[in-house]
């Protein structure tokens, strides 16, 4: 059996994206068959491409990090679901396609009242803020979460997430369009631009007592920024370094200044600020699969009270002409939300 795909069989701009057909196993234990509604893009999707993502597989591949649809197929002891269920499934590598194979334990079903489109946008960036902030960071009602490129994907869930369990949350963003829906759609106190003094603006409206935990995607300067915002028994949470991939190719002169700006840290320049360095890669996470779990169906159980809502800025078709200008898009940073390919089957 054969499937369609987009796969990366060169490193470059977007354009050395190619659709091709590709094999598709049948499910073996523990394995589910799902046929793809919808596929989240996702940020490292295009570091992936660009070559300086450190776990890939050898090309070609399909990039791709999410994908809701339906189980088509189930392999034996599979037990969480059923040939016609509506699921999501977080995966490394190949939902840039019309079939994947998933390992049952990171498929969740999700509810009937999303439309494919709106669940591929939740696992990832959902999942992602839900372990930085209640996993890693622990963080209570009250505190001051400083989210930085807050309008992105998993910035925009961070944002609802921290909202939800009464946190006083603070963002930054790119442009004026996206600090404003931060504030008003999000519910955010203020979002400084991302691009700008948000570090003195910061401070000047948490004053000394500093915030108590900042989620960093961006690294680079902005990482020393956040270490220098936090009060005691504050914690930082890095989950990427855009700020390595300013463009649409590869460019390593400014990956690794960005890199070298990240300040490192010694376990004992923590001890006499009283501060805590996590870092969270979800794709790694699958010995806490109990966690996941959890935490997905609690998510979707406040989506369908209403309580969080995936951001989906837009869709493109799930061929290698919607990839190629999905990617275009977020290099571009014009998402507000995220950004999922739909299949038109």
């Not at 598709?24 to 596929?39: F, K, T």
């Not at 603070?170 to 003094?197: H, M, N, P, W």
Request: glycine share 12%.
């Amino acid at each position: 059996m054969s499937t369609n795909a987009i796969v990366i069989e060169h490193l470059g701009a977007p354009e050395v994206l190619v659709a091709r057909e590709t094999p598709l196993a049948d499910p073996g234990v523990g394995e589910v068959h799902i046929r793809v509604r919808a596929a989240g893009v996702n940020f490292a999707d295009l570091v992936m491409r660009a070559g300086l993502y450190g776990t890939v597989p050898e090309r070609p591949y399909s990039p791709g990090f999410e994908v809701a649809g339906e189980v088509a197929r189930v392999g034996a002891d599979v037990t969480t679901c059923a040939v016609g269920d509506p699921v999501v499934a977080v995966i490394r590598h190949g939902g840039y396609a019309q079939d994947i194979i998933a390992p049952a334990g990171n498929v969740f079903g999700y509810p009937r009242s999303l439309k494919p489109e709106q669940a591929a946008a939740i696992p990832v960036a959902f999942l992602t803020a839900w372990c930085a902030l209640f996993e890693a960071a622990r963080v209570r009602a009250g505190e001051v979460a400083l989210v930085l490129m807050a309008a992105g994907g998993v910035g925009s869930a961070a944002v609802q997430l921290a909202r939800w369990r009464g946190l006083r949350v603070i963002g930054t963003a790119g442009s004026e369009r996206k600090r404003r829906f931060v504030v008003d759609q999000l519910g955010a106190e203020a979002c400084f631009d991302t691009y700008g003094a948000w570090e003195r603006e910061v401070e000047g409206l948490v004053g000394p007592r500093g915030i108590d935990v900042a989620l960093d995607a961006l690294g680079g300067s902005a990482t020393a920024a956040c270490r220098r915002l936090l009060g005691p028994l504050g914690r930082l949470v890095f989950y990427g370094l855009s700020a390595g991939m300013p463009g649409r190719k590869r460019n390593w002169p400014k990956a690794i200044l960005a890199y070298l700006r990240t300040p490192r840290f010694h376990p004992s320049d923590l001890i006499q600020p009283n501060l805590g360095v996590f870092g969270i890669h979800l794709l790694h996470l699958e010995r806490r699969e109990r966690v996941l779990r959890d935490a997905m169906a609690e998510i979707f159980r406040a989506v369908g009270a209403g309580e969080l809502k995936p951001v989906l800025d837009r869709t493109f078709p799930l061929t290698r002409d919607g990839a190629v200008a999905a990617h275009h898009y977020l290099h571009d940073r014009k998402n507000v939300g995220k950004v999922v390919l739909a299949d038109s089957r």
